[in-house]
């Protein structure tokens, strides 16, 4: 609609003017991931969202995505404005995770080497040895494992139970969800594999374990991307948030691409999975941040250098 347009335009004139730079999640509308692509800016996971923003020479970064991707890139980067949509797009994960009730949790087993998921408030990571996101997870938990560490792992028990078949780790784990992926559904991706077989089955590791035992691939938003380049297959099944499409289309224009059903869902449904947090960022809120310096992210100082060290430990981490 013209209104989008006029805008597109108040947006990239704003950013420029601001010396601002858009950093978007796969999940965020087309609009938003088209905006960042044309000004320079990035469409990304969230670790990649993370590398980028701290590396990026702009003094205010925008960030379009859920609350806990607008922390992270504060602490890591204090001199720079950070800039939400909106304050109110957090995340189930982060929700379940109440900084106290965490803390107590971390009290009763000092023994383990506390990993979090980046899904999480900066109060929560200010009391993990470790941050990892669901692209370096595996890699991080098996070289602690190898060390003979035991892991206090928190909040995503789906992502947990995946990391631990996958290395054999001794992991206690918080009793927490991701609302959108858990919605998948075995029964509802076998019933499309049935009518598609030569497909394969794409899945965030967020979703149930029956859900993951049918991936091909598993992954973070960036590796599933990756997946639907290099794997051979013409159909794929995707079980995770609707907003991945995007880029995964523009990625393979020749290819298939189905949404995996949710529950009450149809086999062949159409939007089934989208997360209402990153819905929440939308074109007007965006232009209203650079536009009023509203959705501004701030982290207390003592908090930030707390929340820094796991967060660093991420960033340096060699495989
Ligand atoms: P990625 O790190 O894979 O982008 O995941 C972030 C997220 O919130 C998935 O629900
Ligand atoms: Fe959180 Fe799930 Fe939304 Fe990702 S999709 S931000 S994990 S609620």
Redesign the pocket.
Known sequence: PAEDGARVAEIKRLLQERNAVLVAHY?TDDAIQQLAEETGGCVADSLEMARFGARHDANTLVVAG?RFMGETAKILSPEKRVLMPTLEAT????IGCPADAFSAFCDAHPDRTVVVYA?TSAAVKARADWVVTSSIAVDVIEHLQSRGEKILWAP?KHLGGYIQKKTGADMLMWDGA????EEFKAKGIEDLKALYPEAAVLVHP?SPASVVELADVAGSTSQLIKAAKELPHDKLIVAT?RGIFFKMQQMVPAKTLFEAPTAGSGATCKSCAH?P??AMNALDNLAGALRDGMGEIHVDEGLRLKALKPLERMLNFQR
Do not use: K
């Not at 991701?178 to 992926?181: A, E, G, L, P, R």
């Open positions: 999940y859920v995340c189930s994960l982060d899904n995503d991701c609302i959108v992926h967020e948030d997360c947090w990153m």
